[in-house]
């Protein structure tokens, strides 16, 4: 693709038309680089490497297509990223990037894990596109603002609330504060997957009515900026503990608990 | 395949040898009838399809593939399922069926749901077969009594238990005793996806050191047969909350509460 052809074109409206088709392919080909890697046993694989630092392996790999893809194609994007924290490519936009949430599930071989691409100026509410896509079946998640969310291509919106089917999903374990147990105790059915953005997802999807995370290690705008933009078009929102509207700069040291509803009838439950 | 002819061969020695075939048959069939049914969103379909009981459909689809293979190949096996309850072949085995574990989630979408199939004479004890297939990514899980538990043909062994690294698997929600939280809060990192065979199989493989279940619902043979076997062929265990070794006969109202260990020293952290 011919996104940016040089300094020139390091202007928002140069890239606009065809952020879209770039995340797209960005996902294919990190997708792709995993799987071609050593077949679907790739992070099994890895998992079992004890190379010293086996866990950031993926990550790295992940990451070093992403950031090659945007120096071979001039891509007029800066790079926010996890291992390589800020790229300051002297663009208006920035690529807010986690190339694998979930590296933990994916060491272990459990199918549950995808990057996470988003593109705004500065911050998670001028977030303008946002993709996630899980890395073991391939399922993509993209909206645009103001364009609404999209699920492999067919709109997505999120599920009214009905307390008798209710589903949370719930970040659980050591790390976890005990209010989230007892959120945790009020859904008819609880999920834990290991993946917050696809987390964020499901609650666009209708796949469940809340994800919820209280947690000392909090989680990172890299983790949360591509689902936040997702959640919203999908008529959601993504809201603090304390109930406002999240907002969080990019930056890699950014980090916060929140919860994502589908439904603000959610919220009553809660109490 | 010609798995039984007739019922002269209705003896267990006639089809010792052909079990793991029949087995592995069954699951393709069941897995590409999901499939074929309308693509990979057959499961979304269903969900949307709000036609009294969708609940219900996905399973009974894949319990009429399995009982009409049995019964078109003349299998000499008896059948204990979750709609059918128990079909008496007049045979000596049974297989314990749960067609699709983890329906909710095959409703909604979410890519974790499987067939559960075992076979024995009348109790977990005696289970000699096992299969999990995952019906979403197809990963197969299998074991026989005393020759070891493989996933896709690889050998499978539990993991030893290192605290620092613990992943736990909790059953949560409305319906879970208040002591799953305190199980989920003892670990590094906690997980919950709503398929219990699957579950199971995680800790068999090692991505998983636990799976803890205490509900007022409990589970049932046809969840537990298959994964049981699984999991002890791969070097773990699968205890009741007492920590006895389970014990459970093949009745449709056998239902328990359990937990799955892959190593015993787990034992000691959960006090």
């Given at each position: 693709m011919q996104l940016g052809r040089g300094t020139n074109d390091l202007r928002m409206e140069s890239i606009t038309e065809n952020v879209k088709e770039f995340l797209f392919e960005t996902a294919e080909e990190v997708y792709k680089t995993l799987r071609s890697?050593?077949?679907?046993?790739f992070s099994k694989q890895v998992g079992m490497g004890?190379?010293?630092?086996?866990?950031?392996r993926i990550d790295e790999i992940a990451e070093r297509v992403v950031i090659e893809k945007v120096k071979r194609e001039s891509v007029p994007l800066n790079i926010l990223s996890e291992e390589a924290e800020f790229i300051d490519n002297g663009a208006d936009m920035t690529l807010v990037l986690d190339?694998?949430?979930g590296t933990f599930n994916a060491l272990l071989g459990t199918p549950f894990y995808s990057i996470s691409m988003a593109v705004g100026e500065s911050c998670l509410s001028d977030v303008k596109y946002g993709l996630v896509r899980n890395?073991?079946?391939g399922d993509a998640y993209y909206a645009e603002k103001g364009k609404g969310a999209f699920l492999n291509g067919e709109r997505i919106r999120t599920a009214g609330f009905d307390p008798e089917k209710s589903l949370f999903i719930v970040y659980i374990g050591?790390?976890?504060?005990?209010r989230s147990f007892e959120i945790a105790a009020k859904a008819r059915r609880a999920r834990s997957f290991g993946a917050a953005s696809l987390e964020m997802c499901y609650v666009a999807s209708g796949q469940a009515d809340l994800y919820y995370v209280d947690c000392d290690a909090m989680l990172r705008i890299i983790d949360i900026a591509a689902g936040a933009l997702i959640v919203r078009e999908a008529g959601g929102e993504v809201l603090d503990l304390?109930?406002?509207r999240l907002e969080m700069d990019f930056d890699i040291s950014s980090r916060s608990n929140f919860m994502v509803i589908?439904?603000?009838?959610v919220l009553e439950v809660l109490g």
């Open positions: 890697s050593s077949g679907t046993d004890a190379n010293g630092t086996p866990t950031s190339p694998v949430d890395l073991t079946d050591k790390l976890a504060h005990p304390e109930g406002r589908g439904d603000e009838r």
